[in-house]
T-cell receptor, first 112, second 114 residues
Framework: DQQVKQNSPSLSVQEGRISILNCDYT??????FLWYKKYPAEGPTFLIS?????DKNEDGRFTVFLNKSAKHLSLHIVPSQPGDSAVYFC???????????FGTGTKLQVIP | EAQVTQNPRYLITVTGKKLTVTCSQN?????MSWYRQDPGLGLRQIYY???????DKGDVPEGYKVSRKEKRNFPLILESPSPNQTSLYFC?????????????FGEGSRLTVL
C-alpha cells in the first residue's frame, strides 16, 4: 500500500519556467511533509518541509503547498535552473520518532 | 564536517555470503534508519532505531538485521544475501528534536548479489 504517491515519474521544463511536482498521500496521521532532492551517485538531501498547520512554505525559489482536504502537496520551483535537474522525493511523517515514508520520486529535467 | 558515512560504497557478492554495511554519523543524532532504493519503488525503509538498543522494523525488514550498540553506529547485516537484495542502500540519521522527519543521508551503498 503506497501511502505517498508521486504519479509523474518524470518532468521536463524549460530553464526559467516554473516546475511543479505533485504528491498525494493517503494517511491522515501524517503531520509533516518534506521534499528531498537527489543527484546521481549521491544521497538525498533535504530541500523544504511543511507542517500540517500550514498551507504554504517558501524558501527562495522553492515553495511547497499543502492541501489537507485533498491530501495533496506540490513543490513549485521558480525560476527553474539546469542545476535543479535531479530526482525529487516527496516524504511524509506523523512526527516525533515515527518513520518517514517516501514516494517513488519524480525525475526533473530542466532544459537550458 | 557533519556527515553520515557508509561503507562499502560498492559491493558485489554471491548468494549466501554474509555481509555487513556499516553506517556512522558524527552529529550525535538519536534516530537512525536504513532505506533501500529500487527503480519504480522509491525509498523504502528497512529498519530504524530511535536510540541505543532500540530498533524497529520498517516496511521491508525481511532478510536484514540491525544493531545499535553505540549512538553513532547502525550497521545493516545481511546474514544470507539473495539476488532480490540487490539494491542501492542508504543510511540516514535525524536529531529527533523536534523530529520533523528531516533526515541526513549517507552517499549510498550499491550492493549486487549474484
Amino acid at each position: 500500500d503506497q501511502q505517498v504517491k508521486q504519479n509523474s515519474p518524470s518532468l521536463s521544463v524549460q530553464e526559467g519556467r516554473i516546475s511543479i511536482l505533485n504528491c498525494d498521500y493517503t494517511n491522515s496521521m501524517f503531520d509533516y511533509f518534506l521534499w528531498y532532492k537527489k543527484y546521481p551517485a549521491e544521497g538525498p538531501t533535504f530541500l523544504i518541509s511543511i507542517s500540517s498547520i500550514k498551507d504554504k512554505n517558501e524558501d527562495g525559489r522553492f515553495t511547497v503547498f499543502l492541501n489537507k482536504s485533498a491530501k495533496h502537496l506540490s513543490l513549485h520551483i521558480v525560476p527553474s535552473q539546469p542545476g535543479d535537474s535531479a530526482v525529487y522525493f516527496c516524504a511524509a511523517s506523523p512526527g516525533g520518532y515515527q518513520k518517514v515514508t517516501f514516494g517513488t520520486g519524480t525525475k526533473l529535467q530542466v532544459i537550458p | 564536517e557533519a556527515q553520515v558515512t557508509q561503507n562499502p560504497r560498492y559491493l558485489i557478492t554471491v548468494t549466501g555470503k554474509k555481509l555487513t554495511v556499516t553506517c556512522s554519523q558524527n552529529m550525535n543524532h538519536e534516530y537512525m534508519s536504513w532505506y533501500r532504493q529500487d527503480p519504480g519503488l522509491g525509498l523504502r525503509q528497512i529498519y530504524y532505531s530511535m536510540n541505543v538498543e532500540v530498533t524497529d522494523k520498517g516496511d521491508v525488514p525481511e532478510g536484514y538485521k540491525v544493531s545499535r550498540k553505540e549512538k553513532r553506529n547502525f550497521p545493516l547485516i545481511l546474514e544470507s544475501p539473495s539476488p532480490n537484495q540487490t539494491s542501492l542502500y542508504f543510511c540516514a540519521s535525524s536529531s529527533g528534536q523536534p523530529n520533523t522527519g528531516e533526515l541526513f543521508f549517507g552517499e549510498g551503498s550499491r550492493l549486487t548479489v549474484l
